[in-house]
């Protein structure tokens, strides 16, 4: 960390700090999965679609790593990544599935708002809730095209556009199926009943965002959990797999640098 880290990592870090216990039992969930699972609902790759096909090789920066269960899954698949996450309880809980599964890629404490890795040095850089919603866009989004080498890909998932404009402020209170905010002016939300900040963009934002650093849209990838499908975190009180079902709760853009 440095001191030009931006002053809201410090509340969410002492946030994920305080949910070790959860973490734990939900990173050897990730770890030890054949097959990636995404989002709240663990929908599995097969049905999303959102991997390249050919990761064999390939440098890999995951930014906002949490766990590193996203880095496992790829290594599986041959890819080269590097971990990089604020928080040093989700790294140490990463560094002990590294020695539990049998699998070992570097692990940096850092914001992914300023990585310390070179430019233009991966093919692939990837956020599944990380950097995707916990690092402000307008710091993040350049320093994830600084770190793609021309033709690489940034891939990262989060809340949807239509799920924020639907989630009431308190929590424990899921998404309506009415409109509970204003969609112009979004960027940062704090919440009455916690000490985190989040970040969330209306589409236009994020393609307008995209192109000032450089990157095309290859796919948005709006996420439906299957009709059995239930929330698998503990914490998912915002969203309803019935509402998942009828709108998109999360989303995946997939992005190439020109």
């Known amino acids: 960390m440095t001191d030009r880290t931006p002053e809201y990592v410090a509340p969410n870090a002492a946030w994920w700090e305080s949910r070790r216990d959860d973490q734990l039992g939900l990173a050897k969930r990730h770890w030890s999965s054949p097959e990636p699972i995404w989002g709240v609902f663990g929908i599995p790759e097969s049905l999303v679609g959102l991997l390249p096909v050919d990761l064999e090789g390939a440098a890999v920066a995951e930014l906002g790593c949490g766990t590193a269960y996203v880095s496992a899954w790829l290594a599986r698949r041959g890819a080269r990544p590097v971990a990089v996450d604020p928080t040093p309880g989700q790294l140490r809980i990463a560094a002990a599935c590294q020695a539990e ?24 850089v990837i956020s599944e809730y990380g950097a995707a919603i916990w690092a402000d866009p307008y710091r993040w ?15 990262f998932l989060g809340n949807s556009t239509l799920l924020m404009l639907c989630m009431p402020d308190l929590d424990g209170i899921p998404a309506e199926d009415r409109m509970v905010r204003d969609h112009f002016g979004m960027h940062r939300f704090e919440w009455p009943d916690d000490p985190t900040v989040e970040f969330h963009l209306g589409h236009g934002d994020w393609i307008r965002l995209f192109r000032s650093n450089g990157l095309a849209v290859e796919d948005l ?3 439906r959990p ?10 998912c009180t915002f969203v309803t797999p019935q509402w998942a079902r009828r709108w998109p709760c999360e989303e995946a853009w997939v992005l190439r640098r020109r």
């Open 141 to 155: 989004i350049p320093e994830a095209a600084r770190l793609l080498r021309p033709g690489g890909q940034l891939i």
């Open 221 to 223: 990838i709006e996420l």
């Open 101 to 124: 599964f049998g699998l070992s890629f570097p692990l940096v404490r850092a914001v992914g708002e300023q990585a310390p890795l070179a430019s233009a040095s991966f093919d692939l």
């Open 226 to 235: 299957p009709d059995a499908g239930e929330a698998t975190y503990p914490s």
